[in-house]
Structures are given as C-alpha cells and as structure tokens.
C-alpha cells in the first residue's frame, strides 16, 4: 500500500448567480497516493477545474464557495487552515499549472525573474542563490540556453517554451502535488507530446504526485495510472487507466470513447452522444446522463443512482452495475 | 472534374516600412507556393501545426486576402482575374464554414435572416420561396424549423456550427472550405458535427476543403490528405496510405506524437524535437531540416523538390529524390 498523499470526500462547490446556486462540483471523492498520476477527465463545465481550484482553495468569494467535504494533504485538513497557512501550501507543497501559459504569466516582468519570484517566496534564499536555482529549473525543463532565456519576456517565447516556464516555476519548490488543468491544451501535437514526456519525467524524478485536468482521453490513456470522469458535477465513473481504456463501464465514458474521431473505422458514422451537457442550473432528476444515456430505464429518470462499485477499484455511477437489482 | 484548382499560390506579409517602430524586414512566407487541386466530391484534409500558414491558405482560395502569387481556378473560371459584378456572383460557388461559432454569426441577426441573406442576394430561390428553402436548410443541419427566429445566443456551440454549416449550404455552393470546424467543440458535440459534415457529403455530393490540426478528424472526414509545414505541401497522399505509411519525417512525426488511447505501455517519446522556426528567417534547405531526425547534407543545401513516387504519392524530402 501506497502513501496517502490528498484525501478529497464529498467536496462540494456552489456558485451563486442570477439563476440560482449552481454545484458545479457535488459531492466528490478521490484519493491521490505518493508518486501517483490521476487523471481527472471530462468535457466543459463538468466541474474539473472548479475542482483543481477548490484544492488550491482558489474559489474566489463571492460568486463562489466550498459549502461541503474534505480536502486533507498528508492528515491535515487544509480547508479549514487560516488564509496565511493555506499561501505556504500553495506552491510549496501542491502547485498549479494551467492551460493558457500567456495569461498566467506577467508580461512586465522576464520570465525568470517570476521564476525566482516563486523560489524567493517560500524559499527564502538570497537574488544570487535563487537565481542560480531558477536557471537550474529552467535546464531542468527543457529550456535551451537557460542564462540567456531567463532574460526573456513572455512575448518573446513560444507557447510550448512558456509552459515549460510555467512548469518550472510549479517545480521550483518542489511540491509533493503538481495539479496540470489541461497543460497541453493549447499546444501544437509535437509540443504536446515533448511536454508529456517532461511531465513523465519530472514526476518520476521527484517522485510527486500530478493530478492531470484534460478533456483529451487520449493525453489520459498515456499518463494516467488512475482516472477520474466528471460528467455534471459529479463523478460517473472511476477506475485504474487499464480497467477504464479496456472495459469502461459508465455508458458517458463509453460514448465518450467510442465518439474520438481517428481511432475507428475512418469515414464511417461516428456513434455519438446524442444532446448536450445538461445546463447546471436546471439539472434533470435522476441521473444526470439519463436524457442523452443509450441504455437509460424508466428508473433512471427518477432516481439518481450511486457509485457503485464493479470491483474494490473499479466505480460507476449506473443503475446497471446496482449489484442488488441483479 | 476539377472543382478547384489551385497553382504556385504564395502569400507574404510584409511590415509596412513607415512607423515608427518598423525597420526594414523580410517577409513572413506564410504561403510559399501550394498547388492544390480538388476534383468533384472529393473531400480533401488539409493539416498542419499552428503557423503553417493552413488558415492563410484556406481564405487566400476564398479570396478573402489576394495572393502574392498563384492562380486560382474554380470550375475553369480564373478566380483572380474577376472584378466587381463577376467575382460577387462567383463567390457563391466556394463557400467558408469558420472555427468559432460565436464570432462568425452576426449577433444582431435572427438565424432565419443569416441563413437566407445569402438566398436573396443570389437569388437562389423565386422571393416567396425563401422560407420554405430555409426550413430545408435547417431540417437539413438538425435544427427545427423553430430556430429561424431566434438570436445565435440562444444556441450552443454545436448548435450554431450547424447554423453555420446552413449558411454555407443555402447558396448551393461547388465547395465548401471548412477552417477548424470543430476545434473549439467539446468532444461529444465535435463527433455530431462530424457525421453531420459527412452526412452531407454524402447525401448532397459536397466538395470540401477541410482544415484541422486534430489528426483523428482529418483521418476521419479526408479522402485526400495534404500536410503543410512552414508554407508548403510537404506530402499528399490518399488517406489510407498516408495514415498507414507516412513517407514524410515530418508526418511520420506528427503521427508518432499523437496520443494512443489504449493504456500506455510504453511511455510516448517526443518524435519531433524543438518547434516551428519563425516563418521570417527559414532555414536555407528544406525547411523542416532543423527538426528532421534524418536530416541528412543536401537538406540543408537545397529546397527538396515535390516529386511523384511510383505509387502515385507526392512528398517532398530528399530521401524520396
């Protein structure tokens, strides 16, 4: 058995707005072990990013607020921590990376500087000594000629060579946790596939854990050792990479698959997904897939089913896998 | 028959030399010479990273930028050469389908009235039939005859790529360029609009130029497939071959790096080191010479030529000359 590293139970995020309180996030669970990659998987407003900023505890306040749950780092409860305790988590012990690397960095400042900002903050080392370290992190990653890119504004990098500063600035305390909200998202596929590899890499090197946000189930397949898929808020369905890209058994996951152009019979009708996402301020009762689901019962439109579990890692939430109605 | 004929097409930006903060630069080759041609009811896939100059390409052919050089044919008629009344009445034969759905739809219009602006100007239809062709158009992308008096705002994403879709379609155009149709979608309404896209096609017999950087959407809607890098063709092929033997590193890169969705035993390697040059100072050879991992002396001499392989393939590399 692994370490514990993040505990999340129940963890529920309500945004208040003209129409009504909407749970963007609903009551959901997972653990990340030491060393550990979870893929958190799921199309737009499914609640994933809500969830990476509900651990940052970057929820802003109004319109948002974490009204439920859990989120313990190693035993300690970080939701309830004071504002000042909760800053020296964040970057030192878990960090974030988000998709658009030109919006999350200061075009005023050289991307080192903001990379030693980081180092500076929560390490406390002298202008000599960190800098030296943010060069260090800039080799690290992957960035050629380091002394001299230290040197360069964002405008003066690529897409691909900026998440890599993002990266490096993440890296640069070395957190126990890395949480990646769609890292590649943005990038050109011969990037994406070097920062892949680079994630691979650090994370085996530091040996910390990544939780990784993606709508890609492609990026999922190569990185994940677990995988989480959010569908309205809620989690549907949970298994080890293997279980889910081999026998997925939620029908979401399963037309989710089935629906990546490429990857069957090219020029054939692509099984789709029928509909859309439900809007989160007017949920249908029951299960939330019921009005786009294939294989739906008149159950499922008024009861909502629970996780259940095919095996002790292997969860959907389905009436088919309700082992006592079988 | 050939639907749209495109030769030796080049488009070059150039700073213009009066402000301020501009000094005297060479241009960015954002196009550097495509020949094309699609013949009638051929779907052809044009794909490339972000900067190959895939975007220009498509609204060089619309017209929507005029070309450095080139020739453009639609059906026979040299497109470039038309002016004023002419050229208004050609452009109903080639037809765009955009990336964003949001921008590309006038706010202010209801969808009836954007669908059927374009009837009315080329008078597809007799006045009092316009609706009715309207309706058709909307049963034909999914949409109930309803929509036609509502705002773009109240649509979805997909929902308005259909609109968008229609839109193109009213003014029964020879063929239809579709620029990242369904880039900006999310998974399960990306894979609705494919089948709608080739739904058409098949029913209607629709030409396309379909532009992508997702290889799995290009292998999926192309009969033909053409790689772009750096302004130029770099290989053309039939789908099958092109997915099932790239002959170009660049596509055989491109392929390597796309992710597998079966459970990873391996771990993805990076096939393509360093990224896109900037399209200002390109490399002297062949321009994906920096990043060739078969990179050989006379790449970095000379341009390859695009030359034919016995088997009908054309590819631009020197290991093929």
């Given at each position: ?262 990857y069957s019979s090219p020029g054939k009708t692509l099984p789709v997904i029928p509909g859309r996402v439900p809007d989160p301020a007017k949920l249908p009762p029951g299960c939330r897939f019921s009005d786009r689901c294939a294989k739906r019962t008149d159950r499922c439109f008024k009861e909502e089913p629970a996780l259940f579990s095919l095996d002790n890692s292997h969860f959907s939430r389905c009436w088919l ?6 | ?321």
């Amino acid at each position: 058995m692994k370490k514990m590293l993040l505990k999340i139970k129940n963890l529920e995020t309500v945004f208040r707005t003209e129409r009504g309180n909407v749970r963007a996030v609903d009551g959901i669970s997972f653990d990340i072990e030491t060393g550990q990659t979870i893929g958190l998987v799921g199309e737009s407003g499914c609640g994933k990013s809500v969830t990476a900023l509900s651990i940052m505890r970057l929820i802003s306040d109004p319109p948002g607020k974490i009204t439920g749950g859990l989120i313990e780092l190693n035993g300690r409860d970080i939701l309830s921590m004071p504002v000042k305790e909760m800053r020296k988590i964040r970057g030192n012990e878990i960090s974030i990376v988000f998709q658009e690397p030109l919006s999350s960095l200061n075009p005023v400042f050289t991307c080192g500087e903001q990379v030693r900002e980081a180092i500076v903050l929560h390490q406390r080392l002298g202008r000599k000594k960190s800098k030296a370290r943010a060069v260090e992190m800039f080799r690290m990653v992957g960035i050629p000629d380091p002394e001299i890119r230290y040197k360069n504004y964002p405008h003066q990098m690529s897409g691909g060579m900026r998440q890599r500063v993002m990266i490096a600035m993440a890296l640069s305390c070395q957190p126990k946790l890395l949480i990646a909200d769609e890292p590649t998202t943005a990038l050109d596929v011969s990037v994406q596939a070097q920062i892949i590899e680079l994630l691979q890499d650090l994370r085996e090197k530091f040996g910390m854990s990544l939780l990784l946000i993606t709508h890609d189930l492609a990026v999922i397949a190569q990185m994940a050792d677990k995988v989480v898929v959010m569908y309205a808020g809620k989690i549907v369905e949970k298994a080890p990479s293997e279980k889910l890209f081999s026998d997925p058994s939620h029908p979401y996951t399963q037309g989710l698959l089935a629906s990546m152009p490429g990857y069957s019979s090219p020029g054939k009708t692509l099984p789709v997904i029928p509909g859309r996402v439900p809007d989160p301020a007017k949920l249908p009762p029951g299960c939330r897939f019921s009005d786009r689901c294939a294989k739906r019962t008149d159950r499922c439109f008024k009861e909502e089913p629970a996780l259940f579990s095919l095996d002790n890692s292997h969860f959907s939430r389905c009436w088919l896998h309700d082992k006592e109605e079988s | 028959m050939t639907i749209l004929r495109a030769e030796g097409i080049k488009k070059y930006f150039t700073s213009s030399g009066s402000g301020f903060f501009s000094r005297s630069s060479s241009p960015v080759k954002a196009v550097d010479g495509v020949d094309i041609s699609i013949e009638e009811g051929e779907s052809l896939g044009l794909v490339g990273e972000s900067g190959c100059g895939k975007s220009t390409l498509a609204r060089v052919l619309m017209r929507l930028i005029e070309p450095t050089a080139g020739k453009i044919f639609l059906g026979g008629i040299d497109f470039l050469a038309l002016k004023g009344k002419e050229l208004r009445k050609t452009r109903r034969r080639i037809q765009m389908v955009f990336q964003d759905p949001y921008s590309s739809l006038n706010p202010r219009m209801t969808i009836g009235n954007t669908i059927a602006e374009g009837i009315k100007i080329h008078k597809i239809v007799e006045r009092r039939k316009v609706r009715t062709r309207v309706h058709s158009l909307l049963d034909k992308v999914g949409l109930p005859p309803a929509a036609e008096s509502r705002y773009p705002h109240e649509f979805s994403g997909g929902q308005r790529q259909r609109v968008g879709i229609a839109r193109a379609l009213a003014v029964e155009p020879d063929i239809i360029i579709a620029d990242e149709p369904v880039a900006a979608l999310d998974l399960s309404v990306q894979a609705q609009i494919i089948n709608l896209i080739r739904d058409l096609k098949e029913d209607m017999g629709l030409t396309y130029l379909f532009v992508a950087h997702d290889l799995g959407v290009i292998k999926h809607v192309s009969d033909n497939v053409a790689v772009m890098y750096l302004g130029k063709i770099v290989e053309l092929s039939s789908r099958d071959s092109l997915f099932s033997n790239p002959l170009h590193p660049y596509t055989r890169g491109l392929l390597a790096s796309i992710p597998k969705l079966e459970f990873k035993g391996e771990k993805l390697k990076a096939a393509i080191r360093g990224e896109v040059p900037s399209p200002i100072n390109l490399p002297e050879g062949c321009s994906f010479y920096p990043r060739c991992p078969e990179a050989m002396k006379e790449c970095r001499l000379k341009p390859p030529p695009f030359v034919t392989t016995p088997e009908g393939r054309s590819v631009r590399c020197w290991l093929y000359s």
